[in-house]
RNA sequence: GCGAGAGUGGUGGAACUGGCAGACACGCGAGACUUAGGAUCUCGUGGCCUCGCGCCAUGGGGGUUCGAGUCCCCCCUCUCGCACCA
């Protein structure tokens, strides 16, 4: 064996299996199937750097090893390839996006298989293509049918720097765009929506049952936002037939609303403005109208708002309530209305300080006195403000027949009386708003509609699909979008606009909007498993023997938007009949980021760090190797060329463990299939009376200390694995490598050719070279392939099997035990595995020192922890 | 503000249900081999000191326990999620 030349073998290797389609799956066996996925790769114009990899080589290593194991693994690749930042690269570029991503995929194709990935290239799906978005287009239509995907005029995101809209999952808590930081600000306008509220239920139970990362979980949940309450209708004094529903959790605080709020936009203020008011509720509209997200999302924002003149009528007392507006309350949450409940809630309590409403308590402390405060102690007024809302539940008081309620008895009989009175009912309201999936903007796919002067939308036959996305289009920004009077860039097609009415065949025009490419990214999984079919978009009797995907691998950025939307997809196929499962992913884990210099790598920084500037000279088993050992899985890190250097030194150190003992190595394809005894965990001389055949203690012990370590080796690291601490795993393999040298070069053997050992010795070493090439496989494919051949074997490792943990092998070992005095260490024994409790207390009352630090004390109590430690309790000295 | 997670050597990071804190590496130091070393190998490497089977050490302070990085309470710092959601 010459040096170990990475370059050489990493290229040989790949070659040799591509040739023999190593990485094909058989689709057609799914007995053992193994579905593992990373989020597809985004070709915007950024090439895939160490950040990129880190997703994908963990998630690659994790499926060597199911491989290894006996699974039937399939670990497809493709592109998301639709999108804005492709599209604004090109307009940035002067290039047409469809020219530009073909030639970075292409690109990008190159450096994913210098990865050394499992990937099965024969099922790449790029989203682009018309064969793929065809089938898009097709389930569009699907949920159009089902009316799962409708159009509606409302207040949306809107992008100035994009001139698109925005889903409200692609704006940030800072009130930005998700894709280019800019502020976001609200347009009225008619999109398509898909209507995934009406899954907000199903979204929720089906987190129960899908191995995710609890915070993950956590954020959907908090995504969908459910809450159960109560709608209350309010008449409004003088204007009969106009009445204001309200939501609240908190129907039992009902006696104490003293004002209504509505949302500036709510629908009714014109009507229910009084003339003497109208000037000023029409100026606060405005007002609120022009003010961005953030600032109407700040909560330390002084309370605002304008009395609109109106009283309601409160349903149980009669009582009038004034109405007033204010932007506190959210036209897009609940109702865009609420009852005001000073005394028991912050926001309204702060509300009627700013305006001097009344506060009115009616929730007395569970246990405390009923009626412990006079009516009106708190209110305004009397000099002592109210500062702090009591929001906890209690005991009601002032509420008329509903005194002495609790308020979860209270929640129920007021909602009763409300629905037996026709002026209110149980409601639940989610925070989840319908998935806003139409984009103003050309790189994506088409919408199948047209849209017919006398049939109104109408969908385009299937079999007419796909739309087809015009190439020579004028997808420049700066037509100032729907309002600024321009067209989106589809519109400006005359060719793609213009069509015929599917229905009536008269004049009609395209829907000019192209689709979220989050749409796209929702079903990609399952087109993996028949990326050619022609006829349909998946294979039902695939898709549902294969899926869920067992295992997906990707940041946890898109713990809502792809995640969710993804759910949503399946979840509404399978309704749709088209599906027999309802989660698409069963296990998920998120990698965490890398960075350069403590920032995220990107070209702005300039901080970038590119695989091929390093792989010419470590190798991209050595990269791997760093990526795996280097940080913890879920929490990434920062890059250091240094870690990479100890990666390399690392493979380097195996190489000549086996360059060292080549002639024996040679042999252990050979050796093997004659069946020996290396094969099994014991060779002779292992087990507990080992030296006693031919009375070589020292050797006997060697080999027991060489096969400990295999085996815990074997043990550990197939355990961290499983559990993505990829980490751990190639420390535990960096240990077998330690205590493999550590046996070859042991005095005993006096520098003498592996060859030459005794039987014994040649054996147990030849099983652990073995051993220790494969549980290297997953991290260090190409070292490993070519390290399994060189021991004489002709198939790949890959299908070499994945070692054994032998646990009767560790019997007869000899560990540490360690002995406290009153919790300090005071020595230590070594005994065998797993001798009895009595026999260890007994050895280590007499043991060493310990007799004499124990001194004339007496043992209180003696603990053993088997295996671990003995804990001699003293009680005082005498 | 609410919720979740995290604070461990010079660095990356280990430590399963409480059981030798710092595995495995990087870096550093000393030595060996070398014409040379940014190669390789060996040894050492948390701190302190009176250099001992010594003491102190897992953000700080209390507690439970034979025993606490791990469990409980309080505090500090950082990260993430949510943030007028009625």
């Not at 930042?85 to 570029?93: D, L, Q, V």
């Not at 509300?351 to 708190?378: D, K, T």
């Not at 430690?869 to 003293?874: A, I, K, P, Q, R």
Request: proline content about 6%; some cysteine.
């Amino acid at each position: 064996m010459d040096r170990y030349d990475p370059a050489q073998i990493e290229s040989r290797w790949r070659e040799r299996w591509e040739t023999e389609g190593l990485h094909h799956t058989d689709l057609s066996d799914a007995a053992r199937k193994c579905y593992c996925l990373v989020m597809f790769s985004y070709p915007s114009g950024d090439r895939l750097h160490v950040g990129h990899w880190y997703s994908y080589v963990p998630a690659d290593c994790w499926a060597r090893m199911r491989r290894m194991q006996g699974w039937n693994v399939f670990e497809p690749v493709g592109f998301d390839a639709f999108g804005l930042p492709a599209e604004n690269f090109a307009i940035k570029h002067n290039a047409h996006p469809a020219d530009f991503t073909e030639k970075n995929m292409a690109y990008m194709r190159t450096q994913l298989r210098e990865m050394g990935a499992m990937y099965d290239w024969r099922r790449e799906v790029v989203t682009c293509h018309r064969e793929y978005y065809r089938w898009t287009q097709w389930l569009f239509l699907r949920l159009f049918e089902a009316g799962l995907a409708y159009r509606r005029k409302a207040p949306v995101n809107w992008c100035p720097r994009d001139e698109t809209v925005l889903a409200n999952e692609q704006v940030t808590p800072e009130g930005t765009c998700e894709r280019c930081g800019t502020l976001v600000t609200k347009r009225d306008l008619t999109q398509w929506f898909f209507r995934i509220t009406a899954y907000a239920d199903a979204l929720l139970e089906g987190l129960d049952r899908i191995d995710w990362p609890e915070k993950t979980k956590t954020i959907q949940r908090n995504w969908i936002g459910r809450s159960e309450g109560t709608e209350i209708r309010f008449e409004v004094e003088g204007l009969p037939g106009c009445a204001l529903e309200v939501f609240t959790t908190r129907p039992d605080t009902l006696f104490g609303a003293t004002y209504l709020v509505l949302a500036p936009e709510h629908p009714t203020v014109p009507e229910l403005t009084t003339p003497e008011r109208r000037y000023m509720v029409e100026e606060y509209r405005e007002r609120t109208r022009r003010a961005t997200e953030i600032e109407r999302a700040s909560t330390v924002r002084e309370k605002t708002g304008e009395f609109t003149g109106a009283h309601a009528l409160h349903p149980l007392s009669g009582e009038r309530l004034p109405i007033w507006i204010a932007d506190y309350v959210l036209p897009s949450y609940g109702t865009g209305a609420i009852m005001a409940v000073p005394a028991h809630d912050q926001r309204d309590l702060d509300f009627a300080n700013a305006f001097a409403l009344p506060v009115r308590r009616v929730i007395a402390a569970h246990g405390g006195p009923l009626h412990a405060q006079p009516q009106g102690a708190a209110a305004h007024g009397g000099g002592d403000e109210m500062t702090q809302a009591e929001d906890a539940e209690g005991v009601l008081i002032h509420s008329g027949r509903f005194d002495g309620m609790s308020s979860r008895v209270a929640m129920q009989e007021i909602t009763r009386e409300l629905e037996r009175l026709g002026s209110g009912r149980r409601a639940v309201k989610t925070r989840l708003r319908d998935w806003l999936v139409s984009r103003q903007r050309y790189w994506g796919a088409p919408i199948p509609i047209v849209h017919c002067p006398t049939c109104g939308p109408v969908a385009v036959p299937d079999a007419e699909l796909p739309v087809e996305l015009p190439y020579d289009v004028d997808f420049s920004i700066g037509g100032g979008g729907p309002e600024g009077g321009g067209l989106s860039p589809l519109g400006r097609s005359a060719s793609f606009r213009h069509t015929r009415c599917p229905a009536c065949a008269g004049d009609a025009e395209r829907d000019l909007d192209t689709m979220d490419t989050f749409v796209d990214s929702s079903w990609y999984f399952l087109r993996y498993l028949s990326p050619h079919d022609e006829g349909r978009p998946f294979d039902p009797a695939v898709v549902n023997t294969w899926c869920p995907v067992d295992m997906y691998v990707g940041g946890i950025d898109h713990a809502v938007m792809h995640l969710l939307f993804a759910r949503f997809f399946v979840k509404a196929l399978r309704d749709l009949g088209l599906l027999a499962f309802d989660e698409p992913f069963r296990s998920l884990r998120h990698q965490g980021p890398i960075t350069r210099g403590g920032a995220k790598m990107s070209k702005r920084w300039g901080n970038v760090v590119a695989p091929e500037e390093y792989i010419p000279t470590y190798g991209t088993d050595a990269l791997r190797v760093y990526m795996l050992f280097g940080f913890t899985f879920e929490q990434g890190g920062d890059w250091e060329d240094s870690g990479l250097h100890g990666a390399s030194r690392f493979l380097q150190r195996v190489w000549r463990l086996y360059a060292r003992h080549e002639s024996l190595w040679d042999s252990a394809a050979r050796e093997t299939e004659e069946g020996e005894t290396a094969e099994r965990g014991a060779p002779e001389g292992i087990g507990e009376e080992a030296g006693s055949s031919n009375g070589d203690e020292p050797a006997a012990h060697a080999r027991r200390e060489l096969n400990a370590a295999r085996q815990h080796a074997i043990l550990r690291a197939t355990q961290d694995l499983e559990r993505f601490a990829f980490n751990t795993a190639i420390s535990r393999i960096m240990e077998l490598v330690n205590a493999a040298n550590a046996f070859a070069d042991a005095p005993r053997l006096q520098g003498s050719s592996s060859v030459a050992w005794a039987e014994e010795d040649r054996g147990l070493f030849r099983a652990t070279l073995k051993d220790l090439v494969r549980l290297l496989a997953p991290a260090a494919p190409h070292l490993a392939e070519e390290l399994w051949h060189a021991g004489g074997h002709d198939s790949f490792v890959l299908d070499a099997g994945w070692p054994e943990h032998d646990a009767s092998a560790m019997a007869g070992e000899e560990i540490t035990i360690v002995i406290q005095v009153d919790g300090k260490l005071r020595d230590e024994m070594r005994v065998a595995r797993d001798l009895s409790e009595v026999e260890v207390r007994r050895r280590a009352l007499a043991h060493g020192r310990i007799p004499e630090t124990i001194g004339d004390r007496s043992v209180a109590r003696v603990v053993v922890v088997p295996n671990r430690l003995v804990n001699v309790v003293t009680r005082g000295s005498g």
